[in-house]
């Protein structure tokens, strides 16, 4: 026999270094406790070393190293005899040797002989195992509810000790008696009992442990368990929002969780809004990162890869304990944190493309000279059918005969580029000892826009570091460090010009010069200078870069068993800075008039300006807590104290007059006078908080939970500083109930739960809101200043009356809520059933003209109730080798202004235009549009026969809107504001998510996707109305015009008039023929993934990689079709920026 | 050992976290209530605040009219006005009570500083001036309107509009009382700055209110006294300089100086007389002519960003022009004729269509040299178009920009006016009514589009005309009201006016002048409202046209138009006004 022996000389432990530089083994503890089987009886060092290990997908050689390394232990082999590249898993705790060998060896028919620290391995004889007389041979695979194979799951032939674990794929072979019972039993798992009674195969599905799916739920100031809850707590995993093309955490939590409504309005940073809209101002929630309150700004830009879990707190009993900030919810972010054991790294990457959602469609230039002549025509009609363009100019425009004096010019086409790029790098790093523990996530993104000549980049850093100095103190620190930066070299096309500069101007004339012509003749400086393709070619430029940091140190102090006292506190400091440059620009040449320019297309005077902005936001917080527990009661307690200090600083400056264009520092600048400029502001506010919180439990299925908390904040008169929020919610667990037992089967649990409490809302009250205050500038903010005989003076105007009587907003929350498990886990769902009142309500309302206040103090004058039900239902399945899951989640909203105070309604502007118009009316829902229902469009028979009401003293024509009168109105009496209804409302009457997910084998596939019901969206001014300005651009949807042709009494737009015919404001009087339907039903995300098997993973030196293409919102089913062109999560008014859509490849790597 | 460093660091984090518990702050960029009105100079910043905002030009009236027009909706709904179309969610005015409020809070807290008493009680009554002031545009626009004296709160009750009557009489009885107090002049110290409103300046204002109340006694009387003051006068040149000589020698070819017996020293002294009263130096409280003045300067904060690029078309303009007020052809058509008392006999609009064509096909194509040429070329006089601005009044030179007439002094220099009627409808920033403005157009611009020139919110000659227009009602035209407009004659360098008028002839005549004198300066609107209904229909209806015919606006008069309508918006927040409001809407 040619024994090939390799010996292995074996260090001492701790100072041995593993080799293999390729793989990364990756170690821990696990509470983990497996039945021995088959021992040997054995009293030496063998018997005494214990090993604890954790080690996935080894080879065997790596596992008898680890035990090499961890002992005095040293193996000998042969290589032939011995496969030991094959690879396993081991996971044991305080195990001998023996008994990992055992386990190592079951199926391989290895033996071992064990002289003290020498382990010799070899291949046993050929044991052929032959079933006794009774008996037979049993075979059989263990698999958990997911359908994964149970590796060491034990098997034992009831009444003997007879028994085998199952191997790594979960199979076993046992020889057993005939009518024999297996007990199957796992840690984590419930035990199984099965007769093999005529069955020589079996499959077992082990069912966890309902005491196993304890699932831990951070919450204020600490975690609870999730069965234990008895609040509303909603919480996301790291799983469910990452892979998504978004850069932007909050879009990437839109449409998964319940009453949690994300709105991602185009060109704006997504909002976040926790059942309905309670008050009439800002309703944003609060948002804790790691126990640090942060603003949605920092936690929209964290790396969601370096995202543990999310938990969103929806009612009272959660979120009290934020008290004055908690009244629209709280979002609770934790970040990965360190593990112990050897190094783990993760690499995810992407790179994707965007391109706008949804294009606005303008009209050809030929269809704009024929609106235009019917608008002139249609206000004067004495003036002819060809006011504004002759037939042979139309014709130019169409047979584009004259490009560089009747062109057809495509803004859209023009501007926008179908393709930006997007990219996303991170690399998580974890590991440590049982003493320190860390996690660093880099983080890194760029993305370029459908707009040219921009990028944005940003750097993401989190730091998380814990140790334990001693066994009773644990130190916490950890930074967190956003970079933000985005660059723009030349001018930025403005979308409003894209509106207003007719498709009749020549974007670039044949020579090779910017457009001068509109229409044949010159055109005016406004359209040559607002030339929305120029503005790229300018040598303009800004930079701009936000940094946003978090310093946190904490510490836990553990003095005595059941008590933590922590103590944490945070600095965040965000600067921005921000350098804005504007070149020198020639005027635009004249192509009709050779040798003389446009005035005032160019810029004659360069300028450059920077800001810098910084906020620092200091917390300091303390907390006890105190936790007790025995078989049957269980209770905790909590005690904290908070200081907060946020402070703003701005400081603004900007030159005029560079002698170039190339400086990039302002000094360069004019030193005085006009050309010199510089601004600052600043503003600060403190907050003093106590809380506290009783918890109890009682035989784990009656749990009961106080919370409360007082505020003072600096916002108020030291008369009324203080609130006070308690709360109160109860759950109980019906399923553990005695009766309940026989429900076992298909009921894993079952919990009812009940909460109160009262909240706060101090975000719409401003820092100095209780002061009445002079201020030497306007409300926009510009200086005021008179001059007596050349001399400037100074001038002090009051700003604002005050109100010193000014207090909290406050949100009382009822909430009741049913969660189950049912069928192994096959179905789970969570009900809940809310009334949300928000009172003194503080809304800063258009008082009295006749007041002469131009800047309405904020009152605590409105009541507000928002009721809901929400309702989340998960599926899990497994069929043959496909596993699938489907979840869904609705939740409705209404929402009812209860009182305002003295006033009937407050009626609010959409925008400064004053067209379109929102009101507050008691008994009805906020986000209501308040204007004239109309009914169609009058017909040239309606007026011929005097059918018709006036209104601004304008006598309608046949299509024009025919407005409703709401009260007994004669024909030919006028119709005034007393006409006016609710014609529609823009917040959702509810909102649904869509979540699918199949796997088979290595592949996946998932598709989520987000819808809203029951909501409206107003267009208005130059986006909704045609030649606004006088010659914008009308849109595709004006081509379905009400015209003498075809008179269509319900066409999508009335007669069209030029701007200055008093039809124009009867028309664009703000009625529901400027609402439309917002509903819609998009698909978010579409998700194909493939996972590399293990089998060639092991070659490349990974654990785990998975590639995947992902589209976001690739497909929108719309309610909408008579626009058919603006994105559905638009916010109306006027659009700015486009919506996106994206596609992106990308992989995750563990190593 | 162990507990104590446990205790010790808990007692640490209680102690240290906690120990920085102040909750105060104070307002970092304004000043709280509390620490104001505590002196003097407190009582002058907050009144600086009232002669901030002092009405000053009034140029968006003028478009409300048959003086003038904007072709840009975004400007304001002028063109709704002039259409009869106006309504509460399209209105027109200025529904503010802001300027009433500072006066109310000036007038309430000025009473906590320690100062010198008889000063605080002058600048009392200069913050009621300014609050009768605002009353007065506010009764103009809306008639009936609330009288508040005092400092409302927020939540205070919504108040109702007082009388037309109680309004009028209370800005009479505010203007006759303050009259008493205010100084006949300031010393220029601190405190007695010169530009603040004088005894005179409250009389004036309340000529110009008792004229519009139809109150021609009291009219009489005011501005009788501000004449008796001798402290006014009109404003005249005594020499040119090179600028406005050269124009002087091309105004030969609209002026028959010597055919006509015409003095041209005069006539030319007078025309820039006229203009120069606006501009630069002139333009200060030290000029006689300007009885209140909301003075400007080169200064970010404190210049009139509306007379300069508002007015010219961008053809003319140094950097930016946007030609948002162009004054139309009935304006023009006002003008005398030379001899200062008979109106051209307008020409058909097809009449000078066919002669703005023609030589606007001769001009059309020449560069700039060649128009220059033809512009100042004898050749010019040849077209029929020219003749309609053929030995006009002195004031129509110098009011505005017409196609070929040249302005020497203007912020680019020399520029000869040229319309191109092909850029209606296209070049928005171009006129489209043949005409711009000229009169208190910026020649010495700051920051490219601001006007750093004082404003004459009340000047000499309108407190002439006042007079002469109460005293004609009152007694009749006799050598008192010749007087009064023969001082406006003589200083524009026209003829005196006529010996002999009826009564009516006398009206008529004086509405004119007052017309052409007081152009461009937003009194038009409120002068056609006081003339009445048939006055209205008779100007205020019917197409206005550019020289090549197009129809500028179609002007439609309706008697609801003598108010303006109260906006949604106000009655929105005061529902006291929904069941009040004016007739019409």
Not at chain 1, 483 to 490: A, L, P, S
Not at chain 1, 585 to 614: A, C, Q, R, Y
Request: hydrophobic share 35%; with cysteine.
């Amino acid at each position: 026999m040619d024994l090939i022996t390799k010996k292995r000389i074996v260090g001492y432990k701790k100072n041995y270094n593993l080799k293999k530089s390729l793989f990364i083994m990756k170690c821990f503890i696990v509470f983990l406790l497996m039945g021995t089987l088959q021992g040997f009886a054995n009293v030496s060092y063998s018997q005494s070393m214990k090993f604890s290990m954790d080690l996935k997908n080894s080879t065997i050689e790596e596992v008898l190293s680890f035990i090499e390394q961890k002992s005095s232990f040293y193996f000998t082999y042969n290589v032939e005899q011995i496969n030991s590249s094959r690879r396993v898993s081991v996971s044991v705790k305080d195990k001998t040797v023996t008994e990992i060998l055992d386990q190592l060896f079951a199926k391989e028919n290895i033996g071992y002989s064990i002289n003290d620290t020498h382990i010799v391995l070899f291949k046993k004889q050929v044991n052929t195992s032959q079933p006794n007389q009774n008996g037979k041979r049993i075979s059989g695979i263990v698999k958990d509810n997911k359908g994964e194979p149970v590796i060491g799951a034990n098997i034992i032939e009831k009444g003997t000790s007879n028994g085998v674990i199952t191997d790594l794929d979960g199979r076993f072979d046992l020889n057993v008696d005939n009518n024999a019972k297996l007990i199957v039993s796992y840690i984590g798992y419930n035990s199984q009992e099965i007769s093999v009674a005529g069955k020589s195969i079996v499959e077992i599905i082990l069912k966890e442990d309902s005491k196993a799916l304890e699932e831990v739920v951070v919450v204020g100031y600490g975690t609870q368990k999730k069965v234990n809850l008895t609040g509303s707590v909603a919480s996301l995993s790291a799983d469910e929002i990452k892979d998504r093309v978004q850069t932007n955490v909050l879009s990437s939590v839109q449409g998964t969780v319940p009453g949690v409504t994300v709105i991602s309005r185009p060109g704006s940073d997504p909002s976040i809004n926790f059942r309905g809209r309670g008050n009439l101002g800002v309703s944003s929630p609060l948002y804790v990162i790691d126990g640090a309150m942060a603003d949605a700004n920092f936690f929209a830009n964290l790396d969601p890869n370096s995202i543990e879990s999310i938990s969103f707190l929806k009612d009272a009993a959660s979120s009290a304990i934020y008290g004055s900030r908690a009244a629209y919810g709280v979002v609770l972010v934790t970040t990965k944190q360190g593990k112990e054991g050897q190094i783990q790294v993760s690499y995810n990457g992407m790179v994707g493309t965007k391109m706008p959602s949804f294009k606005p469609e303008l009209v050809t230039s030929w269809e704009y000279a024929e609106l235009f002549n019917e608008a002139k025509y249609n206000s004067n009609p004495a003036g002819g059918k060809n006011q504004g363009f002759t037939n042979e100019e139309i014709g130019w425009f169409k047979d584009g005969s004259k490009p560089d004096l009747y062109p057809n010019t495509d803004w859209i086409d023009l501007i926008y580029d179908d393709h930006a790029i997007t990219t996303q790098h991170s690399f998580n790093f974890t590991g440590g000892t049982n003493k320190l523990r860390y996690f660093t996530g880099l983080g890194y993104v760029y993305d370029t826009e459908n707009l040219r000549n921009r990028n944005n980049k940003r750097y993401n850093l989190n730091l998380n570091i814990s140790s334990d100095l001693t066994d009773w103190l644990t130190l916490r620190s950890s930074v967190k460090y956003i970079q933000k930066t985005r660059e723009i070299n030349g001018g930025t096309p403005s979308m409003n010009n894209v509106l207003i500069v007719p498709c009749t101007f020549v974007a670039k004339q044949s020579n090779g010069e910017w457009g001068s012509v509109d229409a044949g003749n010159e055109a005016s400086g406004t359209f040559a200078g607002g030339n929305p393709l120029r503005a790229y070619d300018t040598n303009n430029w800004n930079q701009s870069k936000r940094e946003n940091t978090m310093y946190d140190l904490a510490f836990d102090l553990k003095p005595l068993k059941g008590l933590v006292i922590t103590g944490q506190g945070v600095y965040k400091l965000m600067e921005s800075k921000s350098k804005n440059y504007n070149a020198l620009v020639d005027d635009v040449p004249s192509f009709l008039k050779p040798g003389t320019t446009i005035k005032g297309t160019g810029n004659t005077l360069n300028s450059m300006s920077m800001s810098w902005e910084s906020d620092s936001w200091l917390t300091y917080t303390g907390t006890a807590n105190y936790s007790w527990t025995n078989q049957v009661h269980s209770f905790s307690t909590l005690a904290g104290i908070s200081y907060e200090h946020y402070k703003y600083e701005m400081l603004g400056a900007s030159r005029e007059n560079f002698p170039a264009d190339t400086f990039t520092d302002m000094s360069a600048g004019a030193a005085s006078g006009a050309n010199y400029k510089n601004s600052s502001n600043s503003y600060e506010y403190k907050m003093l908080s106590y809380f506290a919180r009783f918890n109890y439990t009682l035989l784990d299925r009656y749990m009961f939970e106080a919370n409360v908390r007082a505020d003072a904040s600096s916002r108020f008169h030291k008369d009324n500083r203080w609130g006070y929020f308690p709360s109160f919610s109860a759950g109980w667990r019906i399923s553990e109930e005695g009766f309940m037992d026989s429900q076992k089967d298909w009921l894993d649990n079952l919990k009812i739960r009940a909460s109160y409490g009262s909240l706060g809302n101090i975000n719409n009250v401003g820092n100095y809101d209780y002061f009445a205050n002079y201020s030497s500038k306007n409300s926009w903010g510009s200086e005021l200043s008179y001059t007596f005989d050349n001399v400037p003076v100074k001038v002090l105007q009051e700003s604002k009356p005050a109100n010193p009587k000014l207090g909290w907003e406050k949100v009382t929350l009822t909430d009741l809520g049913v969660d189950f498990d049912l069928f192994n886990g096959k179905l789970r769902g969570t009900v809940d059933y809310y009334i949300k009142n928000t009172s003194d309500i503080l809304l800063a309302y258009n008082v009295p003209v006749e007041t002469g206040i131009t800047k309405a103090p904020s009152q605590n004058i409105a009541k507000v109730r928002n009721k809901g039900f929400e309702f989340a239902l998960t599926h899990q399945n497994k069929i043959g080798e496909i596993s699938y899951q489907i979840s869904g989640n609705i939740s409705t909203n209404s929402n009812r202004i209860i009182d305002l105070a003295t006033s009937d309604d407050i009626i609010q502007n959409l925008s400064g235009h004053g067209v379109g118009k929102y009101i507050l009316r008691k008994g009805e829902a906020i986000g209501s549009f308040y204007g004239f229902k109309s009914d169609g469009l009058y017909t040239q028979a309606d007026i011929d026969a005097g059918h018709y009401y006036t209104y601004g003293g304008t006598v309608p024509n046949a299509g024009d809107v025919k407005f409703v009168p709401q009260r007994d109105l004669k024909y030919g009496e006028a119709i005034t504001n007393a006409d006016r209804v609710i014609i529609g409302n823009d917040v959702p009457k509810f909102t649904y998510g869509l979540n699918m997910s199949i796997g088979y084998k290595n592949f996946e596939l998932s598709a989520f996707g987000q819808g809203v019901n029951g909501t409206d969206v107003g267009f208005e001014v130059y986006q909704m109305h045609p030649f606004f300005h006088g010659q914008d651009n009308p849109r595709k949807f004006h081509l379905k015009r009400w015209t003498e042709a075809n008179p269509n009494p319900n066409a999508i737009y009335p007669r069209l008039y030029d701007a200055s015919s008093p039809h124009t404001a009867y028309n664009r009087s703000f009625s529901d023929y400027h609402i439309f339907d917002a509903d819609y039903f998009r698909i978010k995300t579409l998700t194909f993934g493939y996972s590399i098997p293990q089998s060639s993973l092991s070659k490349l030196g990974l654990s785990a990689m998975k590639l995947y293409v992902t589209g976001e919102n690739l497909f929108t089913f719309r309610a909408d079709d008579k626009i058919e062109d603006f994105d559905p999560e638009t916010a109306g008014g006027v659009v700015q920026a486009l919506g996106i859509k994206s596609l992106a490849f990308g992989v995750n790597i563990s190593f | 050992m162990k507990t104590t460093f446990k205790y010790f660091i808990a007692i640490l984090l209680v102690t240290g976290t906690f120990n920085a518990c102040d909750l105060e702050v104070v307002p970092p960029s304004e000043i709280s209530a509390e620490n104001y009105w505590k002196t003097d100079k407190d009582a002058w910043y907050a009144l600086n605040a009232c002669y901030y905002n002092m009405p000053a030009l009034d140029i968006w009236d003028e478009m409300c009219t048959d003086n003038a027009h904007s072709h840009k909706p975004w400007e304001g709904n002028f063109e709704f006005v002039q259409q009869n179309g106006v309504s509460t969610a399209a209105p027109y005015g200025n529904y503010t009570f802001e300027s009433i409020r500072i006066a109310n809070n000036f007038l309430e807290k000025v009473e906590t500083c320690n100062m010198d008493e008889a000063i605080k009680n002058r600048m009392k009554a200069e913050a009621r001036f300014f609050r009768a002031f605002a009353y007065l545009e506010l009764n103009q626009y809306y008639g009936k309107v609330a009288i508040i004296e005092d400092l409302l709160a927020y939540d205070a009750p919504n108040v109702a509009r007082n009388s037309v009557e109680e309004v009028r009489n209370y800005i009479l009885k505010e203007l006759a009382e303050v009259a008493t107090i205010l100084p006949e002049k300031y010393d220029g110290s601190y405190l007695n700055e010169a530009g603040r409103v004088t005894r005179y300046g409250a009389l004036a204002l309340r000529a110009r209110a008792a004229l519009y109340f139809g109150n021609f006694e009291e009219a009489e009387k005011s501005a009788k006294a501000v004449i008796e003051s001798k402290q006014y006068a009109l404003f005249r040149i005594n020499s040119l300089d090179e600028a406005e000589l050269k124009e002087a020698a091309e105004m030969e070819l609209f002026i028959d100086f010597d055919k006509l017996g015409i003095n041209r020293d005069k006539f030319i002294k007078g025309m820039f007389s006229y203009e120069t009263l606006w501009q630069g130096a002139n333009a200060s409280p030290a000029n006689p002519e300007y009885v209140l003045t909301r003075e400007y300067m080169a200064d970010a904060n404190a210049c009139d960003p509306y007379r300069y690029t508002y007015f010219i078309p961008l053809s003319m303009s140094i950097y930016h022009g946007y030609s948002s007020f162009e004054p139309m052809q009935d304006l023009i058509d006002a003008y005398w004729d030379i001899d200062g008392k008979t109106m051209r006999n307008t020409i058909s609009v097809n009449d000078r269509k066919a002669a703005y064509q023609e030589i606007w096909n001769h001009a059309k194509n020449l560069s700039n040299e060649d128009y220059k040429a033809f512009s100042t070329s004898p050749e010019l006089t040849n077209y029929n178009y020219i003749s309609e601005f053929k030995n006009r009044d002195s004031r129509l030179y110098v009011t505005f920009m017409f196609p070929f007439k040249g302005w020497h002094g203007s912020a680019k220099g020399e520029f000869y006016y040229k319309w191109n009627p092909d850029l209606i409808n296209k070049n928005g920033n171009e006129s489209w009514t043949g005409f711009s403005y000229r009169k208190m157009v910026a020649v010495d611009p700051y920051d490219r589009f601001n006007n750093p020139d004082d404003y004459p919110t009340i000047r000499y000659a309108e407190v002439l005309l006042t007079y002469a227009e109460a005293h004609l009602m009152n007694k009749g035209y006799d050598e008192e009201v010749k007087k009064a407009l023969n001082d406006i004659r003589d200083r524009c360098g026209m003829p005196n006016v006529p010996e002999n008028l009826s009564k009516q002839e006398a009206i008529d005549f004086l509405r004119n002048e007052r017309r052409i004198e007081l152009a461009v300066e937003g009194h038009r609107y409120n002068d056609v409202r006081r003339y009445g209904s048939d006055y209205c229909k008779k100007y205020l209806n019917g197409p206005s046209t550019a020289p090549n015919g197009y129809v500028v606006i179609n002007k439609q008069w309706d008697d609801r138009m003598m108010l303006m309508p109260i906006p949604t918006s106000a009655m929105d927040t005061n529902p006291l006004l929904r069941d009040d409001q004016n007739p019409g809407y």
